[in-house]
């Protein structure tokens, strides 16, 4: 056995250590799987061996499966050999629980998903009094269910109703709280956790489980003719609708799993679970999230994407020029990862008006005990005020987020280069200037980067790096290092109007204003949105954009571009708000929607005078169609127009940036889920019907008939 | 064809389906064995000639399971050769039960039949039975399942009903029914419901509140908005109709149907039996259907269903002399003589369920009995009776004197 120790000692209790080789975590390989069976067996059958403390080698306990291994199960379609897979984990469980020696788990870290689920299966759970330690299936959050068990001993051991909280929501739990709930039945100091475990063993030497005891039965009660669990089902199915929009197939799934199990000796319970957990597998939604949200996203911390030329370069110094709004974000959330951070304006007032914001959010960190008071000292200590360049002197790296004009920007960029050291790097925080061109105001344009963080900054995790046309391999570097300080997910594109996230973003916008000026109900535009999963309907995102700003960048653009501009109905739309109704967005108290005091927003009634509704209505999926087919088509212009490089930058950039719902994995992955060919045709009668933006870009038509996808057959980023 | 008659029919007054309802005493068994006796008494009629006995209902559990019309057939001192059915439509059991019973007869497989139905709501509470279609989650997620009180709400939200329109409604049924029981239009048909020392325990419907006024009924809270909001059905109801800007909740114990208890039965047969046994038939089944609708907003398979009938019977609504349409909730009313285009005065003229209260299983048998007396007082001659129906369906028939 290679992924566990086991030593028998004096008194012929086995002590079972998990350490699975080369991993820092604890998950379930193949090869553990082998031996956790092994060692059960020899446990089970040694005269000599009194009973067994399953523990772990690592900090944590173990987490579940290695989803790198489960993500590519879908692409291999054997529904046969996973189901083969985890019943034999379900099998040896089962062992573990009927052999006739106790079995005792000493967790002495986090134990999540099949970490848990090992767990479950012993006779008795001790878990050390550690902080940090937590005890969870989450599951659901990549789009499975548990799959060891947990669905089962779960609920026969607290009962139906926490055990579907647990699992329906993928919430982690301290070991008090689990021992409240009833599924862990000590908490000790963590030296002390295996020889209590030890001791129960020896004290227990003939365990069963309770639901292998016979008369009995599930706490709270299980089956359709016991009103509580009626309550608790059909109550939780709803919510589960409500929170999913039909969108992630595993919460209903748990219930299922749960009712369908509960009312089942254990053993036929456990082949439903598994049967749910295949079919779940098989689903593109898991595949989705389990490659985005896990394998890709993980990849993408880890800076994938960075040259390997340059050596790693912290920030020690960041200078920040603008206090506005993401001017100090971007000093907040560096400061609060250690950074010394210059935030620099016209003047000092202007600068520390920007520190405020800094104040008032550290402030409620401490109100909430998420932050000491000292910290939140050190931190406002690490943030310096000012209005003097010459305070940039010994800046690693140094952001602009001034006003969106190529003048003022210039005019920053050339009075803050002159204090900078060679090696430093200047950055913008544009969000719609192209990179290349606010370059030209640069005397060293291979340190010029665009680094565009989203609103608000210290909530939203993507940021987005963009590569000019002479930005060098050091800037590019420079900027990743610095977003990995931060501990947000960078992805790196090539320069464009709007570079790869406001481009495509734009595009759902005006979707839904177009609709909108087609006659199409606005009810129907902005529900059928949030049911495909997008945050906000387009609507009101632009109220909260606000559509001054949506209108000046249009403008700027027409200016930009001249005979070149593709006019959008949408425009029009953008400008009757702006110029002639003076509804100028949610800031202003009015847009598309009304803003009552104190109450719920309301669609302004006065759509329907501007825009009255179309005698037929579209179904909604084909307003679904529209809003979620038209990102998907800008992407692959991205990726064919080199803006975007990798497929796995496309979906985490558009997942993490704006919100393009995690269930399709992003806008690429959206293609592949529907079917290149069936996505190409819909298109097709999508440009038929509506016109040319969605027309299928010729890579996508080849990749097609070809019979290609963005991935292949890869799971990863690279 | 065989044509199938009614010769007569009975129903219990509806006792208010709470502890301190008339009606809470007497189990469900036996108020279905006092219809069936006073339906023998009123036409010294011999049993032993029945085929069947069938009737709805809608929880069949407890004291209402193990086929309550058998159960009552014998408890009744019915021939001990009549056998029993019992079957379950939801809403629409009672009419069910009278159209399956018509039906043997018109098959020409029974020549005479009771078809009828009882529910004591107060001892048996709605959902006793429980049931895969709400509860499985597999199952509710792929239907979309709300309660139908959630969906009263959205046929309003959807079609514009406000509070006041459906109030307006509930008032009106109100004072229809006030009307009909201090004229007397219902004595023909009620039998009042003795205790064992055979003195009366109920002789009048006990859930009409005549001197409802829209401004009481505006004082009322909506029944539906906490656990639409709270439990996520109207959410739910949304993602199946997103047209819906917002939802509005206008429902509440004022314009929705009453919770209560009773029974009913209707005596049918063919021409051939009703003259062997010396029984006058009043008026002929000419046909009957149901259908399924979309089963989120649920309550809107009356109209379909009611064109489905009139279809078959080569009929069309103008053919109608009264339309009677069980009042669940005051919405499904209003949308139902929207759809069809009815004259008000032709709807529900002696008021509904909103008055009376809605014994699930027995409803449908009472209503269609309501409506022939009223054929008879004015002296029309046709009648549609429909019922909206649990899980998105309608059931409909159509009546004619002769």
Redesign the interface.
């Known amino acids: 056995m290679n992924t566990i120790d086991m030593q028998i000692d004096g008194d012929g209790v086995a002590l079972l250590t998990i350490d699975v080789p080369d991993r820092p975590m604890n998950v379930m390989t193949p090869e553990f799987l082998a031996d956790l069976a092994t060692a059960v067996e020899r446990v089970t059958t040694d005269d000599a061996i009194r009973g067994a403390v399953i523990a772990s080698g690592k900090d944590a306990f173990m987490a579940g499966a290695d989803l790198h291994e489960l993500v590519v199960t879908f692409a291999e379609r054997d529904p046969q050999a996973l189901l083969a897979a985890c019943r034999g984990l379900q099998a040896t469980l089962r062992r573990m629980e009927t052999g006739g020696k106790p079995f005792a788990a000493a967790i002495n870290g986090t134990a999540l998903g099949g970490g848990l689920e090992v767990c479950l299966a012993c006779h008795y759970r001790v878990a050390a009094d550690r902080e940090g330690l937590v005890l969870g299936q989450p599951e659901v959050q990549v789009g499975l269910i548990p799959g060891g068990g947990g669905t089962q001993r779960l609920p026969r051991l607290i009962g139906i109703e926490p055990a579907l909280r647990l699992i329906t929501e993928g919430r982690h739990v301290k070991p008090a709280e689990a021992r409240h709930l009833g599924f862990i039945d000590a908490v000790v100091p963590a030296a002390e956790a295996v020889e209590a475990a030890r001791q129960w063993v020896l004290a227990n030497p003939e365990a069963t489980q309770p639901w292998d005891r016979k008369g009995f039965k599930v706490p709270g009660g299980a089956g359709l003719m016991h009103p509580g669990v009626v309550q608790t089902l059909v109550v939780g199915s709803a919510l589960v609708q409500k929170q999913t929009h039909h969108n992630y197939p595993a919460p209903i799934t748990v219930l299922s799993a749960v009712y369908e199990g509960t009312v089942l000796p254990i053993d036929r319970a456990l082949e439903i679970e598994a049967k749910y957990f295949v079919s779940l597998l098989m689903d593109p939604v898991s595949r989705n999230m389990m490659r985005t949200l896990f394998v890709n996203k993980n990849a993408a911390d880890k800076l994938v994407r960075r040259p390997k030329g340059p050596e790693k370069r912290k920030v020690g110094k960041l200078g920040v020029l603008g206090a506005g709004m993401m001017g100090a974000g971007i000093a907040y959330v560096s400061a609060r990862a250690g950074m010394q951070v210059v935030l620099l304006d016209v003047s000092t007032a202007k600068a520390e008006a920007g520190k405020d914001y800094s104040r008032k959010l550290l402030a409620k960190a401490v109100e909430r005990g998420k932050t000491s008071s000292d910290d939140a000292g050190s931190v406002l200590d690490r943030i310096r005020t000012t209005s003097a360049y010459e305070d940039l002197a010994g800046c690693d790296l140094v952001i602009e987020a001034v006003f969106e004009e190529r003048k003022i920007k210039a005019d920053v960029t050339a009075k803050a280069e002159a204090q900078l050291a060679e090696r430093a790097v200047f950055a913008s925080n544009t969000s719609t200037l192209p990179i290349t061109g606010l370059a030209e105001a640069s005397s060293r344009p291979e340190q010029f980067i665009g680094i565009h963080f989203f609103s608000p900054v210290d909530k939203m995790p993507l940021v987005e790096i963009i590569v000019g046309e002479r930005t060098g391999e050091v800037a590019i570097a420079q900027a990743l290092d610095y977003v990995q300080q931060l501990k947000k997910t960078p992805i790196v594109v090539n320069d464009s109007r709007g570079f790869y996230t406001s481009r495509v973003f734009s595009v759902f916008s005006r979707e839904g204003i177009r609709m909108l000026a087609e006659g199409v109900n606005p009810a129907l535009i902005e529900n059928v949105a949030k049911q495909a999963g997008m945050p906000v309907g387009p609507l009101a995102v632009t109220d909260e954009v606000s559509l001054e700003l949506s209108w000046h960048i249009t403008q700027q653009t027409m200016a930009d571009l001249g005979d070149a501009y593709v006019a959008s109905p949408a425009d029009d739309v953008v400008r009757l708000f702006v110029e002639d109704l003076g509804r100028k967005g949610r800031k202003a108290g009015a847009g598309f929607y009304d803003y009552p005091e104190g109450q719920e927003k309301r669609l302004w009634p006065g759509l329907a005078e501007h825009y009255p509704h179309a005698a037929v209505q579209p179904e909604p999926t084909e307003v679904r169609k529209r809003l979620l087919y038209s990102q998907a088509l800008e992407t692959v212009r991205c990726l064919e127009e080199g803006v975007v490089t990798h497929p796995a930058d496309a979906d985490i950039g558009s997942v993490f940036g704006w919100g393009f719902p995690p269930y399709t994995g992003g806008t690429l992955s959206f293609i592949e889920t529907v079917g290149l060919p069936a996505f190409v045709a819909e298109a097709d009668r999508l440009a038929e019907a509506y016109g040319e933006r969605f027309a299928v870009p010729d890579s996508l038509r080849r990749m097609a008939a070809e019979g290609r996808t963005f991935y292949g057959g890869r799971a990863a980023a690279a | 064809m065989t044509d199938a008659y009614i010769f007569d029919h009975v129903r219990t007054p509806r006792g208010r389906g709470k502890p301190d309802g008339a009606l809470h005493a007497v189990t469900p068994v036996e108020l279905a064995t006092q219809v069936l006796r006073a339906l023998r008494e009123r036409n010294d009629l011999d049993t032993g000639r029945l085929d069947d006995v069938v009737f709805g209902c809608v929880s069949p559990v407890g004291e209402q399971g193990s086929c309550i019309p058998r159960t009552a057939v014998l408890n009744a001192d019915y021939a001990q050769s009549v056998p029993g059915k019992q079957l379950n439509r939801f809403c629409a059991s009672g009419l069910e039960a009278v159209n399956t019973a018509a039906a043997q007869v018109m098959s020409g497989q029974s020549d005479l039949t009771i078809g009828g139905g009882v529910e004591c709501m107060s001892r048996v509470p709605m ?1 006793s039975d ?3 279609m ?5 199952v ?2 792929k239907t ?3 309660p139908q009180g959630i969906s009263a709400d959205l046929i309003a939200s959807l079609h514009g009903f406000s509070r006041e329109d459906v109030d307006r409604y509930a008032v009106e049924s109100q004072r229809r029914a006030a009307r009909a029981w201090e004229n007397g239009w219902f004595a023909g048909s009620v039998v009042p419901v003795k205790d064992r020392l055979g003195d009366v325990l109920l002789a009048r419907d006990e859930h009409p509140r005549p001197e409802t006024t829209l401004e009481a009924l505006a004082g009322l809270k909506p029944s539906f908005a906490a656990i639409g909001e709270q ?3 109207d ?2 109801a ?2 199946r109709y ?5 939802f509005e909740h206008v429902h509440t114990p004022g314009n929705s149907s009453g919770i209560v208890d009773g029974a009913a039965a209707v005596l049918i047969g063919s021409r051939e039996a009703g003259k062997a046994l010396g029984l006058t038939p009043r008026a002929r089944i000419r046909g009957f259907a149901s259908i399924g609708t979309e089963p989120t907003i649920m309550l809107t398979g009356p109209a379909p269903s009611a064109e489905k009938v009139l279809a078959r019977c080569g009929m069309s609504a103008d053919d109608i002399d009264l339309f009677e349409l069980n009042e669940a909730f005051a919405s499904v009313v209003l949308l139902y003589r929207q759809k069809l285009d009815i004259d008000p005065e032709k709807l529900n003229v002696n008021g509904g369920a909103i008055a009376m209260g809605h014994p699930l299983g027995a409803t449908g048998a009472m209503i269609l009995g309501t409506v022939l007396d009223e054929l008879e007082r004015r002296d029309l001659a046709t009648a549609l009776v429909n019922l909206c129906v649990g899980g998105g369906m309608g059931t409909a028939t159509i009546i004619e004197r002769v």
């Open positions: 959902g429980s049931g895969a709400h509860a499985d989650p597999a509710a997620w979309y399942f709300v439990a996520g059905f959410a739910v949304l993602q997103p047209q819906v800007e917002r």
